[in-house]
């Protein structure tokens, strides 16, 4: 029997009113600002009512290294969310939004997968409530501003060969990665090099993440620097007068978006950093608020645990006093065996030596995300085709790296095929065994920091680090920010900075390109091999099969 696609199964949901789903978290509706009958907007004034509650438990869901095979962490994460449910506990879903240039490019959505899904699923993986399309707009204007004050005068000295500050577009678009601005003449300004990153990495983006409410938010746009002078003295979005307009056109978007999964469970769908560019997690203050309407929050950190959680906890848990309960790794067979070196057209055969094999790369996460003083469990992400003795290796595999793993159904079978994980994830989480701690202080060097993840996370034998990078390190310590974490740019497909360098690699190295700093989010970005903070198409983009078919509905994107 053919299995529906995801599309068919989110069309046929029985979805609820957006706001019997807040009614049931204990939001009144004056509270909720609708976005159509299924989406809705919490206000910041009911959040801030909320402080004396007690937080709930966090969980973290992250995975092993993406590979084509497919590992399913958002659908994990939905999965989990259900299953809490459904064994009796009060739980919740955050997770981030998604970014249209993958959409178009390689991914084709980002809402879960199967019968564990969030809805509505066409609009979330495409304008859904314009967070993004504002953000864009913010940055566009603290753009076209910094221009704009060069043509007229110049007042504040900014050397033009020294601004910083690159525009952005929610697209994967390579033409735009470097440009020259401002041709055409006297009235167009001053000829510049200028380039373009993609929303998702822009630091408005990680500011609105990390800010805990709107003052907050306007403090961190207003301390973004965004060009230097000739004396290199840092000029700031304050100096430009930008972040009062930009924090008004930020009013809705950081205000948490409130779905519903398939089984009508409440998820919070907020902020969207990339993982590999960016810090790779929902907002703080979507997290939080979930933290004090549920006992537990499920929520998810992108890519493999060697970008998306370390940056979950160096970055996100520093910054926001946030401790996690309890870890899920999320890995599949198939992914098993291609890191044990099978094609892809070969996974669906039975191959146990190869998953035996494959496992030294989940093995090295679950060793990395112990190293943060948290409890990890496995989630097995079953696939029809999976084995049991296929099943069993994984198994035993984790059961000798001191965790265990479970196999979980809820793509197959919603919540009913994720319950035995919740139990599990639920009295970890209860027995409150984790000790969590960042893996560096704040008052390491930032170069020691940057070393510090190569060499415990990565595995690699050291950072390379030009003196010209290592110079720049020391004068933004100087300037006062070395107690900032660092935010590593890399690939998702490897420990290593080799895309193509799959399982447990030792014996490498990891070039730092340039490092740039993030004043305003508060961490300092490293940008390692040959990592894009604008991404281009694929040679086939997705974008090619997408279409409105003679209903009106969008066919192709997932």
Request: hydrophobic share 40%; glycine share 10%.
């Amino acid at each position: 029997m053919a299995h529906k696609t995801d599309i068919e199964i989110a069309r046929e949901a029985s979805k609820k009113p957006i706001m019997e789903i807040g009614e049931r978290l204990g939001i009144p509706a004056g509270s909720l600002l609708p976005y159509g009958h299924d989406k809705a907007k919490v206000g910041q004034s009911f959040i801030d009512g909320l402080g004396d509650r007690e937080d709930g438990k966090l969980i973290l869901v992250t995975a092993i290294n993406p590979t084509p095979a497919g590992e399913g962490k958002t659908t994990t994460t939905v999965g989990l969310g259900d299953g809490l449910n459904r064994i009796g506990r009060n739980a919740m879903v955050c997770i981030r939004e998604a970014s249209l240039g993958p959409n178009f490019g390689m991914k084709g959505g980002a809402a879960g997968g199967g019968y564990a899904q969030i809805v509505p699923m066409e609009e979330m993986n495409l304008h859904f409530t314009g967070d993004f399309h504002a953000i864009t707009s913010a940055h566009s204007l603290l753009s076209a501003m910094i221009d704009n004050h060069v043509y007229w005068g110049n007042e504040l000295e900014i050397d033009t060969r020294r601004v910083v500050w690159r525009r952005v577009v929610d697209m994967n678009d390579r033409a735009l990665r470097q440009i020259t601005a401002s041709l055409g003449g006297v009235a167009n300004g001053f000829p510049r090099e200028a380039g373009f990153d993609i929303t998702v990495a822009s630091e408005v983006m990680a500011c609105l993440c990390l800010a805990s409410d709107l003052a907050d938010l306007q403090d961190r746009l207003g301390r973004m620097i965004v060009a230097y002078r000739r004396d290199r003295t840092a000029v700031t979005c304050a100096d430009i007068k930008a972040d009062g307009a930009m924090a008004v056109l930020l009013k809705d978007a950081i205000q948490p978006n409130l779905v519903q999964t398939l089984e009508n469970n409440p998820a919070f769908v907020h902020g969207g950093p990339f993982a590999n560019i960016a810090h790779g997690c929902n907002s703080v203050i979507a997290t939080k608020t979930a933290l004090k309407l549920a006992d537990y929050v499920v929520t998810e950190a992108g890519f493999g645990a060697d970008l998306g959680a370390e940056k979950f906890m160096n970055i996100k848990c520093r910054k926001a006093g946030l401790k996690p309960a309890v870890v899920v790794c999320v890995a599949t067979v198939r992914a098993m065996k291609m890191n044990g070196g099978v094609a892809k057209a070969d996974l669906g055969a039975e191959n146990v030596d190869a998953v035996r094999k494959g496992c030294a790369n989940l093995g090295r996460h679950i060793e990395n995300l112990k190293s943060f003083g948290v409890p990890v469990v496995v989630a097995i992400n079953h696939f029809v085709t999976d084995t049991d003795a296929e099943v069993q290796a994984i198994r035993d595999y984790v059961a000798t790296q001191g965790s265990e793993a479970i196999l979980s159904k809820h793509w197959e079978k919603g919540s009913e095929g994720s319950a035995d994980l919740a139990a599990r994830v639920a009295e970890l989480a209860d027995a409150g065994t984790a000790n969590f701690a960042p893996i560096y202080p704040d008052d390491m060097p930032l170069a020691e920091k940057i070393q510090t993840i190569c060499k415990r996370i990565y595995r690699a034998d050291e950072a390379l680090m030009d003196k010209k990078i290592r110079d720049q390190l020391r004068a933004w310590e100087e300037m006062g920010y070395g107690h900032l974490p660092v935010c590593m740019a890399k690939t998702q497909y490897s420990f290593s900075t080799d895309p193509n360098l799959r399982g447990a690699p030792t014996g490498h190295s990891v070039p730092v390109r340039e490092v740039r700093l993030s004043a305003g989010a508060g961490f300092v970005v490293a940008v390692c091999g040959e990592i894009m903070t604008m991404p281009g198409l694929p040679r086939v983009p997705a974008a090619e099969s997408i279409r409105l078919n003679d209903e009106g509905l969008v066919e192709g994107l997932f």
